[in-house]
């Protein structure tokens, strides 16, 4: 006879009295049930699990001054954090065009924003990189563009904490890195086709790694057996000089982590795409502004900006840029090296 009831399973028991690893994270990963927890997980200055903090949002919001019925593009919906602000400057009328490769985060997103009220007249969604915003401006009728385009070119957190998608070196997971998982080559079999020159010229270009020979030349030797992230840290630390110390060794084991995520998505190559595009997607009188954390993407914004004001691209560019405050970077150390950097075209709103 079966119990008409049956009692659901219990989750396995973590050893200890916190969760350490993040699949153990119950409570985290339930926001909508345990709010009082995910408050206090962030009032110590750390992320929940599964969960991203937007990062400068009041001064994207300055910028980019979204009004009732306009038109705009958050080219890296991610967890949805600038989205639903947007989404509420908008309203009523307005059109928020959300893009994002990833199609577990993706789905997510939109199932808590449509949750929120945002119906699909509010909100529409593409899955696709930034390299496509072109098309996906152009394919909604958008003619002459949108009254602002916003990107976070970082990655989210729900990516870097979660060990099953490669991209954090804190835990063992598989090396894959892909913002698309099953779409390209993932880490580990880019780091086996892969020649001593090419990987010596990503961690080069990619990350400015000051032991980028060095390493090149150890990590190709045994590029087969990198299939994990624990393997990976751990031949990086036996390739790296002696003589460094543990912060050091850190730092370099994250640009190696950097200059392969970079590599295995394109980044450096979907952001030039982006920037090529983005002055036929805002409309006369509207904003642009994109975030960067780090150096090779803040030097390509950079540029193009300026060379959009010399060309009459674009009007009116930032002279300085937009920093997290020391409250914020206290709060959410993740907004440390972000930069905000912003452009409007010239003429009048449509």
């Avoid at 952001?271 to 983005?278: I, K, S």
Wanted: proline share 8%; charged share 30%.
């Amino acid at each position: 006879m079966t119990d008409p009831d049956p009692k659901p399973p219990r989750r396995p028991r973590y050893p200890g009295t916190h969760p350490r690893r993040f699949e153990q994270k119950y409570k985290e990963l339930a926001p909508e049930k345990y709010p009082e927890l995910v408050e206090h997980v962030r009032e110590r200055g750390m992320t929940p699990a599964g969960q991203h903090v937007p990062i400068l949002v009041e001064e994207v919001l300055a910028v980019l001054a979204p009004r009732p019925g306009e038109r705009g593009v958050d080219c890296t919906l991610g967890y949805g954090g600038h989205a639903r602000r947007f989404l509420e400057r908008l309203a009523p009328e307005g059109t928020l065009l959300g893009l994002d490769v990833d199609p577990l985060e993706l789905e997510k997103t939109e199932a808590r924003l449509r949750a929120l009220g945002f119906g699909p007249d509010a909100l529409v969604v593409r899955r696709t990189n930034f390299a496509g915003l072109g098309a996906a401006v152009f394919g909604l009728g958008w003619s002459d563009g949108a009254d602002f385009v916003f990107a976070d070119l970082g990655v989210s957190s729900m990516q870097i904490d979660d060990p099953s998608r490669g991209f954090t070196f804190k835990a063992d997971g598989p090396l894959d890195m892909r913002m698309h998982p099953g779409k390209g080559l993932s880490a580990a079999e880019w780091l086996a086709r892969t020649t001593r020159e090419e990987l010596e010229r990503a961690l080069v270009e990619h990350a400015d790694e000051p032991h980028a020979e060095r390493l090149a030349s150890a990590l190709w030797l045994h590029n087969h057996e990198l299939t994990t992230t624990r393997a990976l840290v751990e031949a990086v630390r036996r390739a790296l000089p002696p003589r460094l110390d543990e912060e050091e060794t850190t730092s370099s084991i994250r640009r190696v982590f950097q200059a392969l995520r970079i590599q295995v998505n394109d980044e450096f190559g979907a952001l030039e795409a982006l920037l090529r595009q983005l002055p036929a997607c805002v409309r006369p009188g509207g904003r642009a502004a994109l975030l960067t954390f780090h150096s090779g993407e803040d030097r390509r914004v950079k540029h193009a900006f300026a060379a959009g004001v010399r060309d009459g691209v674009w009007s009116e560019v930032n002279d300085e840029v937009v920093r997290a405050s020391a409250e914020e970077r206290r709060a959410n150390p993740r907004s440390a090296p972000a930069k905000l950097r912003w452009v409007r075209r010239g003429g009048a709103p449509a």
